[in-house]
């Protein structure tokens, strides 16, 4: 299995960016996705996860209304829209494959991507 995340950039307050995961997996259509993030001295958290049909999506309180992760199946890609962007969104995003149990719990991926860098400028 295989992750690649793309689109991280320097963006500025307000501004957006959309995030891209493309996953190498041969069940990707019946596999849920997740992103997290992690700033700078913190540990990864939680940012959103989606279901293996997209019928439900998760998000962190922190994003919530500002960030929406949606999915392709035939492309066997996850994205992350990001609007509204603040600096304490500033981190590197990483994409992940959900095993089980509750999206929130990072212990709960088992494949990660190698992270994209994200920058929000004041």
């Known amino acids: 299995v295989q992750l690649q995340a793309s689109g991280g950039g320097l963006v500025q307050t307000g501004g957006s960016l959309r995030l891209s995961c493309a996953a190498s997996?041969?069940?990707?259509?019946?596999?849920?996705m997740g992103w997290f993030r992690q700033a700078p001295g913190k540990e990864r958290a939680f940012v959103a996860a989606?279901?293996?049909?997209?019928?439900?999506?998760y998000y962190a309180d922190s994003v919530k209304g500002r960030f929406t992760v949606s999915r392709d199946n035939a492309k066997r890609a996850v994205f992350l829209q990001m609007d509204s962007l603040k600096p304490e969104d500033t981190a590197v995003y990483y994409c992940?494959?959900?095993?089980?149990?509750?999206?929130?719990?990072?212990?709960?991926?088992?494949?990660w991507g190698q992270g994209t860098q994200v920058t929000v400028s004041s």
């Open positions: 989606i279901t293996y049909n997209a019928d439900n999506r």
């Open positions: 997996v041969r069940s990707f259509s019946y596999t849920d």
């Open positions: 992940a494959v959900f095993m089980g149990g509750r999206y929130f719990d990072i212990n709960n991926y088992n494949y």
